[in-house]
């Protein structure tokens, strides 16, 4: 049973473009949570969604920042416009249920640097 | 708002060595997580503390929970240089969105 994907692992994007990180949960789970650490930083909660939907997205910026999990494919976590200040890790988890007793299972991270 | 503090933030001792890792948090929760992070790598699971007085141990490492006092310890038996890496420990929500809040991190380095 693969894990939790992401992809890239690695982006490098010039300021004022745009990056656009992919999260395949692990199989069977529908609930997926997006967090970001910013350099020498604990994870920090963005967005938690569930299929063509999103429940929770109060720790997402309110500007730049979007999410979404749709029916088919991935979550995408967009960011328009990156400044340098978007440089971080982007961990994805996923739990099958979304309750405090079901585990999130993190992925491998997306890096980001903005050049 | 559920707050999670660790100390210390940076931890340098010497190989054989024992040393403890503390993690306050500021309301009720069910459970607590254990972390390690490698530079530049994900999250590696280490333990999962589920009720008060749990207790689990995996090698040089032994986690504790005390949900009255809000407290749980890392505590690391005779360090050896591969465990030089940083440890986070995270505590769920418990209403909402079912959210991990962590801890800022301790940067272990194991001295040779």
């Known amino acids: 049973n693969a894990g939790v994907m992401q992809n890239p692992r690695h982006l490098v994007r010039r300021r004022g473009q745009e990056a656009r990180l992919r999260c395949s949960p692990m199989k069977g789970h529908s609930h997926v949570y997006w967090y970001r650490q910013l350099p020498e930083e604990g994870l920090k909660f963005m967005v938690y969604?569930?299929?063509?939907?999103?429940?929770?997205e109060s720790g997402m910026p309110k500007e730049r920042f979007s999410a979404e999990f749709p029916k088919e494919g991935p979550s995408i976590l967009r960011i328009q416009q990156v400044v340098r200040g978007d440089s971080a890790a982007y961990f994805c988890?996923?739990?099958?249920?979304?309750?405090?007793?079901?585990?999130?299972?993190f992925g491998p991270g997306t890096r980001l640097t903005v050049t | 708002e559920l707050k999670v503090e660790q100390n210390p933030l940076f931890l340098s001792m010497q190989e054989g060595k024992n040393y403890t890792i503390y993690c306050n948090y500021s309301t009720t929760s069910d459970r607590l997580y254990w972390y390690r992070q490698d530079p530049g790598k994900s999250l590696e699971s280490l333990f999962v503390?589920?009720?008060?007085?749990a207790v689990k141990q995996e090698g040089r490492l032994m986690a504790s929970l005390d949900t009255k006092a809000r407290l749980s310890t890392l505590h690391i038996t005779a360090a050896v240089h591969d465990l030089s890496a940083t440890y986070f420990c995270?505590?769920?929500?418990?209403?909402?969105?079912?959210?991990?809040?962590f801890g800022t991190g301790t940067r272990l380095k194991v001295l040779a």
């Open positions: 988890a996923s739990s099958p249920e979304h309750q405090a007793s079901y585990e999130q299972y």
């Open positions: 503390l589920l009720s008060n007085g």
């Open positions: 969604l569930q299929k063509e939907n999103i429940i929770d």
């Open positions: 995270a505590v769920v929500t418990t209403s909402g969105t079912y959210k991990y809040i």
